[in-house]
């Protein structure tokens, strides 16, 4: 077994909605059936119990690609990856299997593919294959991976009321919604925090006297630099103090109750370890509480307790501290409920004012706390105290909070009882946090877990906002690029600030801020996240689908052209039209409930896609006769139809009307494959309830020349002849093309044409064979890369398609596309017409634009 490829599916895709890895694997002829080896399926289980189950409901793995497959599922099973998707398939070569697997995490999702074929090449010759360590592994990868708890809280509330999101960083920042509509997160800071609270927050003096000025009750407390400031403090203070860092958080450095001069030098060496200035303030009894206010509301509180151990006579208390560490709930920084305990210097000092060490035996049932202050980040615990909060402490917290100027803000209060006011009691607020844990309150050790992602998202988001802005995806065989140019003209005419995707560029604004082929995913995505857009269309390629699927979750409108022949067929493993039209259909699949598909009726495999649509339906057709159409359009549903000179949209009696002059790319309707993709524009529009005088000023403002839609049948006089560039590049588009120059008259007709090299032979051949009937000369050149063909190959395969040609008489070679430009302009004469199909659309069009003007500057002999 082979594993060939591995992609990340990291979007919608055509398997699943789930994020997934997609591996190509190639088996030999003995591998393709595993009951054929004895044994095999046997000791695969041996070495993975869990393959006792497989994904797909079947008892036994077919082929080595199919136990790869449920490998990879049950490894990330195993190691608690909330994972539901795995599914292989043959494809149609001989031996060559897709193996898809869902993932949580994507780098534990590649971890566990490779685990997975360890697993299976064990199995294959009886070695031995550790599971635990495979499980370990993948667990440990998964912690790094995946977001904290206080920021998954958060995404999960997001997601939950669909609002989308993104990571921008492995760590914790994480963008909320689309566009003009985004908000970020990071941990549990939001953006509408400003940097000078954060900075009041991290001064802890500064706040003390931030919140005395405001009359909130804090701890008297002085900034000291040395030991003896140090122990003056502490005589002035009290018999109680706390030691702390001045700009500090989670409790690192902290030691509370300290009362002699030797516990003193112990929690100074502790503090110094991670801040040079230190605070000492007067040590307040009571228990450590803590106070979660978000958006001005108080949503949580939990009483922290400090590590403890209990005791037995028997061990000793770093025996017991890992007996406590070995509860599944406990690990390393903050990604599962409770932090490992940890005898570090603090906890020592605690224990040698105890006339204790790590390695005393404490007596049976005697409690040894090992810390003073209660951090969960430490090891302590929470017990959620949020019904039993007094009014007044509440409101202190909340006063606190906006003093500081947070928006989360984490308020640690220390007083005797939490339901009586500070001041009855001597309580106060030590201390005030930016971006707190939300742990304690998401999943406390005692007590109910608290909605805190919803009330952050509250705060974040009216009630009913989704953070979204319109998207339109287009995808097809041809029409792609226009119609998303032409949506995005209607969109900018309708005020909005539009980010678009082409093959030709990303352009935001109008400006582009990207160039080449960015019609796949990862333009997409980085629209998206472009904070000055309103709305967004993405031309939706086939590459893109199949290499990482869609860039965003669903969209508002999906539009597919049509579908065609000779679109990359044999690439992928996408041998026929209705397998490309199964991977086209991702667009219509994900759109959103309240959203609508705009869909070819003419086209019986586009029509066929309205079935998968979790939206509403437009359909377009050259006529109101089409069958489905017609239907559509009989039980309400909305149409978009060719009557006479005008493109109607109706739905019921209702019928809006745009005369085909309006639609300048059409050239007042004789350009057949323009007016379909006016038409498919047109329903997106409707679909997005544009303004109808909106779209008709941006159909005749659409002018197909070299600027508005470079390479779409951009039309040139020279010499008193017509030139078209245009990029068609497939059979389809072809025919398209010849239909529209058969309605423009011409007294000879001659064509420029190329191939590209990673197309089937058969397509390269029917792409001359339609020339060679409809135009008089036919100049041929090789695209500038020709994709793993050998110099001349593919212009010996478009030659042969033009054997027996009846128009065609006379076919020549030129070797450059800039030369058979030339010689194709120098042979024209007025009334003739040349159709140049352009392979580097860019500069072949702007060399055109310059041998044109050369020869409008010589004057006339």
Not at 269 to 295: H, N, Q, T, W
Not at 327 to 353: F, I, M, N, Q, W
Not at 676 to 696: F, K, P, Q, Y
Request: aromatic fraction near 4%.
């Amino acid at each position: 077994m082979q594993v060939e490829r591995i992609r990340a599916l990291r979007g919608p895709n055509r398997w699943t909605r789930a994020r997934a890895i997609e591996a190509t694997v190639r088996c030999d002829e003995a591998e393709r059936e595993l009951a054929a080896i004895p044994g095999f399926v046997d000791r695969l289980r041996e070495r993975c119990p869990d393959l006792v189950r497989l994904p797909n409901g079947a008892s036994t793995p077919r082929s080595a690609a199919h136990a790869l497959g449920a490998a990879a599922f049950a490894l990330q099973s195993r190691a608690g990856c909330p994972i539901s998707f795995a599914r292989t398939m043959e494809t149609s070569e001989a031996g060559v299997f897709q193996v898809v697997v869902e993932y949580s995490e994507e780098a534990v999702g590649r971890a566990a593919f490779e685990l997975a074929e360890a697993l299976v090449d064990a199995a294959r010759s009886d070695a031995c294959f550790d599971l635990a360590d495979a499980i370990a592994r993948l667990r440990a990868i998964d912690e790094d991976e995946r977001l904290g708890p206080s920021t998954g809280e958060i995404v999960q509330a997001a997601r939950t009321r669909g609002i989308p999101y993104r990571r921008l960083t492995t760590g914790s920042l994480v963008q909320l919604g689309w566009g003009s509509r985004q908000r970020r997160i990071q941990a549990a800071e939001i953006d509408a925090t400003s940097a000078v609270a954060e900075q009041i927050a991290q001064d802890k003096e500064l706040t003390k006297q931030l919140l005395s000025d405001a009359g909130i009750p804090v701890p008297d407390g002085v900034p000291v630099e040395t030991i003896e400031q140090a122990w003056e403090a502490m005589q002035r203070l009290g018999s109680a103090v706390v030691v702390k860092p001045r700009d500090g958080n989670q409790g690192k450095g902290v030691s509370v109750n300290v009362r002699t001069r030797e516990q003193l030098e112990a929690a100074w060496a502790g503090a110094r370890e991670f801040e040079r200035e230190l605070i000492v303030e007067r040590y307040i009894p009571g228990s450590d509480f803590r106070l979660l206010v978000v958006g001005g509301s108080l949503v949580a509180a939990a009483r922290r307790d400090p590590p403890a151990v209990l005791g037995d006579g028997v061990h000793t208390i770093r025996e017991l501290v890992d007996e406590i560490n070995r509860d599944p709930r406990r690990s390393e920084g903050h990604a599962t409920a409770l932090t490992r305990v940890t005898l570090d210097a603090v906890a020592c000092a605690r224990l040698a004012g105890l006339g204790l060490s790590p390695d005393s035996v404490p007596p049976p049932g005697v409690r040894i706390v090992l810390r003073h202050n209660a951090n969960l980040s430490t090891g302590g615990s929470a017990t959620d105290v949020t019904d039993d909060v007094h009014p007044e402490v509440a409101s202190r917290a909340i006063e606190a909070a906006r003093t500081v100027g947070l928006d989360i803000c984490g308020v640690d209060v220390v007083c005797e009882n939490i339901s009586r006011p500070l001041e009855e009691q001597g309580g106060g607020i030590v201390e005030v946090n930016a971006a707190p844990g939300l742990r304690m309150h998401i999943a406390p050790s005692y007590g109910k877990g608290r909605a805190i992602g919803e009330a952050v998202m509250a705060a974040m988001f009216e009630a009913d906002d989704d953070a979204r802005i319109p998207v339109v995806a287009v995808t097809g065989t041809n029409g792609k690029t226009t119609t998303v140019r032409l949506i995005a003209q209607m969109l900018g005419a309708s005020g909005a600030r539009v980010g678009m995707t082409t093959t030709d560029g990303v352009y935001v604004n109008g400006r582009r801020t990207d160039d080449g082929d960015c019609s796949g995913p990862r333009s997409a995505r980085n629209v998206l996240m472009h904070p000055h857009i309103d709305a967004a269309v993405f031309e939706t390629a086939r590459g893109g689908l199949l290499r990482e699927g869609l860039g965003f979750d669903r969209c508002r409108v999906a539009v597919v052209t049509n579908i065609g022949e000779g679109d990359h067929l044999g690439m992928n493993h996408i041998d026929d039209v209705d397998t490309l039209a199964q991977v086209k259909s991702v667009v219509v699949q994900n759109v959103s409930i309240d959203g609508f598909a705009v869909l070819n009726a003419d086209d019986a495999r586009v029509a066929s896609m309205a079935r998968s649509c979790p939206g509403s339906i437009v359909f377009f057709a050259r006529a109101a006769t089409n069958p489905v159409l017609a239907a559509h359009r009989a039980q309400g549903g909305r149409v978009v139809y060719v009557e006479s000179d005008e493109i109607v949209c109706a739905q019921r009696a209702d019928e809006a009307r745009i005369p085909l002059r309006e639609a300048a790319i059409t050239r007042s309707g004789t350009i057949g494959f323009q007016v379909e993709n006016a038409m498919a524009a047109i329903g997106a529009a409707w679909a997005l309830e544009l303004d109808w005088c909106d779209v008709r000023a941006a159909l005749r403002g659409f002018v197909p020349d070299a600027r508005t839609a470079p390479g779409r049948f951009n039309v040139f006089e020279h010499a008193g002849a017509t030139v078209i560039a245009d990029y068609g590049h497939n059979v389809d588009a072809i025919a398209a093309l010849v239909q529209a120059v058969d309605a423009m008259p011409a007294t000879r007709r001659s064509i420029v044409i190329s191939g590209a090299g990673d197309r089937r032979d058969e397509d390269l051949r029917a792409q001359t064979r339609l020339l060679g009937d409809a135009f008089d000369e036919v100049i041929l050149y090789e695209d500038q890369c020709q994709r793993g063909r050998a110099d001349g190959e593919v212009v010996a395969l478009l030659r042969q398609g033009l054997e027996g040609a009846r128009r065609a008489s006379a076919v020549r070679a030129i070797r450059g596309e800039f030369a058979a430009i030339d010689a194709a302009l120098d042979a024209l004469a007025p009334g003739r017409l040349c159709v140049i199909l352009v392979d580097q659309v860019e500069a072949a069009l702007a060399y055109i634009e310059r041998r044109i003007a050369r020869a409008e500057a010589v004057p006339a002999a």
